[in-house]
């Protein structure tokens, strides 16, 4: 039996931010109005009506405890010491986003995940469930029938088959907001817009165009991310302000040159503005092959000898010819790519090269492996 080390068997280049016109973008595009967020919500609850693929309450505990504590609430009073052994329970994290200027009795999405060892949660039902925001008060309150994308099938000796991830479902409007968030949107005559991707050229074009719609002196960039205007005191009419600014165009500076080499799936990204400098490289590769064999020694008849099977290993190197290619000076993505191809680089290789021509300095662009 021989054991070959093979290079990965594909590459693939995406050329991306390729060179072209630079085209205007909103600000809405680009940036957020400062505190215009969703706020996490997180909650516990049980859902029920499980067809036997809920938690298995003698190793979950907490899902006995729960269900006594519901039933004791609903004026159901189980005897001391006595623990049902239901299977069509499960204990379930939920939680949520709560959307900025959400206001009671406005519906919401929720995921539900098991927190047991319930197999799947297809079709069961969440039980009316408290969702709490970070500072412990609570924001929305959660209830629903569950709609889960998985499924799973056990057989009595073990056998399991699942599709997907039967113990998380998601509720559509599965949760109602009882409170709203604090009002941080009126009151101040400063606002605040933060940059999806800080960077300075696109903040001083922004002042640029907000000091030109809005007249001198309006906006001010306070970092890279980060635009301070004026802006009107009064919630309508901050409202009609930032309508305007968030459909203003201009157009964001470029990109900094930078490669990301997936090594895992062999995927490169290279961006448009990377160069190289004048460099040369070379190419090879190596082939290890190891080869199991046995050889069975037979004594000759009427013989007091035994029969000896001996195993045999047999290890290999070839080193194949190396390619040496030039780079020329200040070289474009698309000549990069076909330089790639030309010389047949798998994955591994084309990060050695990078590297390489990184440590030389020929390399202009930030290189990043994940």
């Keep these: 039996m021989a ?9 693939v280049l995406a050329l991306a931010l390729l060179p072209g016109p630079a085209l205007a973008e909103r600000i809405k595009d680009i940036a957020d109005i400062g505190g215009v967020r969703g706020n996490p919500l997180i909650g516990y609850g049980l859902v029920v009506g499980l067809d036997g693929t809920g938690d298995r309450t003698s190793q979950t505990p907490f899902t006995v405890q729960s269900l006594r504590n519901m039933l004791n ?57 408290p969702l709490k925001g970070i500072d412990g008060q609570i924001y ?32 559509p409007n599965g949760a109602t907001v009882e409170r709203a968030l604090p009002d941080i949107f009126g009151g101040s005559n400063v606002l605040t817009i933060n940059l999806h991707q800080p960077d300075f050229t696109t903040a001083s074009r922004m002042v640029a165009v907000l ?17 301070s205007m004026q802006a009107p005191s ?19 500076g470029e ?34 092959t190891v080869s199991e064999s046995t050889v069975v020694s037979q004594p000759d008849a009427f013989s007091a000898g035994n029969t000896v099977a001996t195993p045999q290993s047999q290890v290999s190197a070839t080193a194949q010819g190396g390619h040496m290619f030039k780079f020329q000076g200040g070289v474009s993505l698309e000549q990069i790519v076909k330089a790639v191809n030309d010389i047949g680089a798998a994955p ?22 994940i």
């Design 348 to 369: 591994g290789d084309l990060i050695a090269i990078l590297e390489a021509l990184k440590q030389v300095g020929a390399l202009q662009a930030d290189l990043e492996v």
């Design 73 to 129: 609430e609903l004026g159901v009073n189980l005897p001391s010491g006595v623990n049902p052994q239901l299977k069509n329970v499960a204990a379930v994290a939920i939680h949520a986003e709560l959307p900025p200027f959400a206001k009671p009795g406005q519906p919401i999405d929720i995921t539900v995940s098991s927190i047991g060892n319930s197999v799947s949660l297809r079709g069961g039902s969440l039980l009316m469930a």
């Design 140 to 171: 929305a309150i959660a209830q629903g029938s569950l709609v889960v994308g998985g499924f799973g099938a056990e057989g009595k000796d073990g056998s399991r088959i699942s599709v997907n991830v039967p113990s998380v479902g998601r509720i």
């Design 255 to 288: 990109s900094a040159a930078r490669i990301v080499v997936n090594s895992r799936t062999g995927t490169v990204v290279i961006g448009s503005a990377v160069r190289v400098m004048p460099a040369a490289v070379s190419h090879g590769s190596l082939t290890v």
């Design 211 to 227: 000091n030109e719609t809005f007249g001198p002196d309006s906006a001010a960039a306070i970092d890279g991310g980060t635009i």
């Design 234 to 252: 009064g919630a309508g009419q901050r409202v009609n302000f930032l309508a305007q600014v968030e459909n203003l165009e201009l157009t964001p």
């Design 3 to 11: 054991a070959r080390w093979w290079p990965l068997p594909f590459l």
